[in-house]
């Protein structure tokens, strides 16, 4: 979660007439180029474009889903309500037929194979525990030209990174993005109320840097209390933006996420 939260709040928007192209680059503390993120954003609909040494894809926002692309394998998947409704439906009954299973079993089988399959599901990342994310503010600092409010972000209370935050006129001149930025918060809400596995106790990344009132400038990711890597900010323009992109390519073929 914590490597995505940076392009995750740079899917935001500007005026319905004029879109906005935002570049970010991120890099290991010695300089090493390890990505770049392009978020095209206008009113109602973003996209994120992510290049990065290992792979590439892309996210395309619209206001009541996300269509995530996989240009390797020329394909796309849509997530909104009604595909996390089918997750659930789809876990709750493999739950139940499990608990059929189990119920035919001795005692000390049952205790076995229930904690067999309670590491599978970890291991899958269906891990019932849910980090507790917080942002804190540590005051005023400054980044290149920018003048910025500094925040750390914990995870159970371990730092792992840290923020300059400008307010959202200095990177969009339209002053557009606030209404963007919630719009996008709610639908998050929405998702995260349909996950199984606890999605809904977690906290909405996109209301956590709605604490920070600002558009980060510059992220740095830590581990063990170093810094990694840091995100930070390249351009950003205002230009008009072919409408085109805003969908999947024709010759992309629609995954089914529970085809067997």
Same mark, same amino acid.
């Given at each position: 979660?914590?490597?995505? *939260?940076?392009?995750?709040?740079?899917?935001?928007?500007? $005026?319905?007439?004029?879109?906005?192209?935002?570049?970010?680059?991120?890099? %290991?503390? =010695?300089?090493?180029?390890?990505?770049?993120? /392009?978020?095209?954003?206008?009113?109602?609909?973003?996209?994120?474009? &992510?290049?990065? /040494?290992?792979?590439?894809?892309?996210?395309?926002? *619209?206001?009541?889903?996300?269509?995530?692309?996989?240009?390797?394998?020329?394909?796309?998947?849509?997530? %909104?309500?009604?595909?996390?409704?089918?997750?659930?439906?789809?876990? =709750?009954?493999?739950?139940?037929?499990?608990?059929? &299973?189990?119920?035919?079993? +001795?005692?000390? $089988?049952?205790? #076995?194979?229930? &904690?067999?399959?309670?590491?599978?599901?970890?291991?899958?990342? #269906?891990?019932?525990?849910?980090?507790? *994310?917080?942002?804190?503010?540590?005051?005023?600092?400054?980044?290149?030209?920018?003048?910025?409010?500094?925040?750390?972000?914990?995870?159970?209370?371990?730092?792992? $990174?840290?923020?300059?935050?400008? %307010?959202?006129?200095?990177?969009?001149? =339209?002053?557009? /993005?606030?209404?963007? !930025?919630?719009? #996008?918060?709610?639908?998050?809400?929405?998702?995260?109320?349909?996950?199984? @596995?606890?999605?809904?106790?977690?906290?909405?990344?996109?209301?956590? !840097?709605?604490?920070?009132?600002? @558009? +980060?400038?510059?992220?740095?990711? !830590?581990?063990?209390?170093? +810094?990694?890597?840091?995100?930070?900010?390249? =351009?950003?323009?205002? &230009?008009?933006?072919?409408?085109?992109? @805003?969908?999947? +390519?024709?010759?992309?073929?629609? #995954?089914?996420?529970?085809?067997?």
């Amino acid at each position: 979660m914590k490597k995505t *939260l940076l392009p995750l709040l740079c899917l935001v928007s500007t $005026q319905a007439f004029a879109g906005n192209v935002i570049e970010t680059l991120t890099r %290991d503390m =010695s300089g090493k180029e390890l990505g770049r993120t /392009v978020f095209s954003t206008e009113s109602d609909r973003s996209r994120m474009d &992510q290049t990065g /040494v290992d792979d590439s894809f892309s996210i395309i926002f *619209l206001d009541d889903k996300f269509l995530m692309l996989d240009h390797a394998e020329r394909s796309y998947m849509v997530m %909104d309500e009604a595909m996390l409704e089918s997750m659930g439906a789809q876990v =709750s009954e493999a739950m139940k037929e499990m608990e059929a &299973q189990l119920a035919s079993l +001795p005692p000390e $089988q049952r205790e #076995m194979v229930r &904690q067999m399959m309670s590491g599978k599901m970890g291991d899958m990342g #269906m891990t019932r525990h849910v980090p507790v *994310l917080e942002i804190r503010k540590l005051g005023s600092g400054s980044w290149q030209s920018y003048d910025c409010t500094l925040a750390e972000m914990l995870e159970d209370g371990v730092k792992i $990174q840290e923020i300059c935050a400008v %307010d959202f006129d200095e990177v969009d001149g =339209s002053g557009d /993005v606030r209404d963007a !930025f919630m719009r #996008m918060a709610s639908l998050l809400s929405k998702l995260y109320e349909e996950m199984p @596995f606890g999605g809904a106790d977690a906290r909405n990344p996109m209301e956590m !840097f709605g604490e920070l009132d600002g @558009f +980060p400038v510059r992220a740095v990711e !830590f581990e063990n209390g170093k +810094p990694v890597n840091e995100t930070v900010l390249e =351009s950003s323009t205002e &230009q008009a933006i072919d409408p085109d992109i @805003f969908g999947p +390519p024709s010759d992309y073929a629609r #995954m089914d996420p529970f085809a067997r």
